[in-house]
């Protein structure tokens, strides 16, 4: 038979008091049943029987505290994990500050937690790096993210997306979609899209240096795209860029979207999407799924957290935020800019001076120095060369007509020809301003780099025989050069001498150099049979 191991000889057998008093003491150091019976050497059942330290089944069970917790303050500590304070931070910082006498002093976390967690089952701890409720938002795109996508019917091809997450600081609740591209209209759309999930708007919204968010990363003093600047402005939000090469300013983000991939991404083994609509919708469902699921460590779930978090942010504005493109401008001396081949009028004080443009769907907005100077309806996209003007932006009347300009362009036209100074003034005259057809005045003078004043002058009349007393400098232009070509047509070829080429040397010196050549050679005839082969 085989001998009975000492575990089997001691089983059954009540512990005696320093066993039971060190289970008791291993337990204090927060050590688990399993970590006590390798430590003892004993079953896991003996450690169970002896863990309150009352081996009898008739006792009531106790609840064990470690005698150093009877001199905490855990009132304190509830009301400091309540404001937000991570309960190691608390338990470091008291460590620092207790004596060497004291008998918390050398206590290990775990077994701080434990007591903490036997006292307040029901509060939640404050894990990692936390933030108070409302305070911030992290977001970011995932970088790897193979098979992530749909298969274009019309192409046949597997389109590779982009899978964009935003997470609350306090709750880690999280906000996914899918996207084409990282560009800004895909960009904000998703941002947007986030702040709808979470509820309402944090206070700050931290993101990587992306170029729809910053146009020059740097470690203090970031440029933030103006359309990104304009849309935390319209959901009250301070954008902060996290610094280069500091993943700890966007940890959060980077953690969540990675297990969030982690678990999305056996799911999507065998599945096929036909459009990004599909993708999408499959990708936030999942997500609402992940957020309802109960951490282990805080006994609730990412959604529960969502909602004690959602009285502290901020209240979404009425109206979503409007897709926007800014450019910049120079009004011309006509009092107007260019925009997608059409013009808008500026107030006049401002020509000369660079000003933003804003272009919504509907709208075109100016601002200079900040200031919103002029608002437009933008014109359709099938229309080209019109003006949208406001009759205020230009000067008086009587101070227009005595700007020097139309008197020097007139002047610089009167020098060329009497058809192109008609022409300059029949343009000043048309129209509601003097300088209406300024631009188009200076387009048929700037002709002057390329034709001459006669060839302009001709193409002007000829303009004029047809019934086109307004031709624009594109016109003017390409009637010069087809005039051009077909002179260059007419003109008969002049071909100049050259001794390499046949027929262009004199006839006398041909004759010199053939006689010359004939009297220094014998003439032998060769008399050819009928026979004979060779070539003659």
Known sequence: MKPLTERERMAGKRKGARMIQEIQRLKGLGLGKKAIARALRISRNTVKQYWEGDEGENRAPTVYQAPWSEVVDWETVRKSVERGQALAHHWEAVQEALPQADPRKGVPYVSFWREYRRRFPEVPLVLGQMYPPGANCEIDYKGSRPNFGFVDPALGKFVLCELFGAVLGFSRYLSVDASLTQQKADFLRSVETAYRDFGGVPKVSVTDNLTPAVTKAGKRDADLNPDYASFCAHYNT???????????????????????????????????????????????????????????????????????????????????????????????????????????????????????????????????????????????????????????????????????????????????????????????????????????????????????????????????????????????????????????????????????????????????????????????????????????
């Not at 460590?297 to 004690?308: D, F, L, P, V, Y």
Request: contains cysteine; proline residues 8%; positive net charge.
């Open 238 to 536: 301070a954008a902060m860029p996290a610094r280069p090469r500091k993943p700890k300013d966007k940890n959060q983000i980077e953690s969540e979207l990675g297990l969030f991939w982690r678990w999305l991404r056996p799911s999507l083994v065998g599945q096929t999407f036909h459009s990004l609509s599909e993708l999408r919708e499959y990708t936030r469902k999942a997500a609402e799924r992940y957020n309802t699921r109960v951490q282990r460590r805080t006994g609730q779930s990412r959604a529960q957290r969502r909602e004690e978090e959602k009285p502290h942010l901020l209240p979404l504005p009425p109206a979503p935020y409007e897709i926007c493109e800014w450019r910049t401008a120079r009004p011309h001396p006509d009092c107007h800019i260019q925009v997608r081949k059409n013009f808008y009028s500026v107030p006049y004080a401002l020509r000369g001076k660079q000003v933003e443009v804003r272009i919504t769907s509907t709208t075109v907005e100016i601002f200079f120095r900040g200031e919103r100077v002029a608002t437009h309806r933008l014109r359709a996209s099938n229309e080209q060369g019109r003006y949208e003007t406001n009759p205020g932006h230009y000067p008086e009347a009587q101070k227009a007509l005595l700007e020097t300009v139309p008197g020097t362009l007139l002047r610089k036209a009167a020098g060329i020809g009497p058809l192109t100074e008609r022409l300059v003034k029949d343009l000043f005259a048309l129209g509601n301003h003097p300088l209406r057809y300024l631009r188009r005045v200076q387009g048929v003078l700037a002709l002057l780099r390329d034709v001459t004043a006669e060839e302009l002058e001709d193409v002007i009349a000829t303009f004029r025989r047809l019934g086109e007393f307004l031709p624009k400098p594109s016109m003017l232009l390409d009637a010069v050069r087809q005039s051009r070509a077909l002179r260059e047509e007419a003109a008969p070829i002049a071909r100049r001498e050259n001794r390499f080429l046949r027929g262009t040397k004199p006839v006398a010196q041909a004759d010199t150099k053939t006689s010359r050549e004939s009297a220094g050679k014998t003439t032998n005839p060769v008399i050819r049979t009928q026979g004979d082969c060779s070539w003659p």
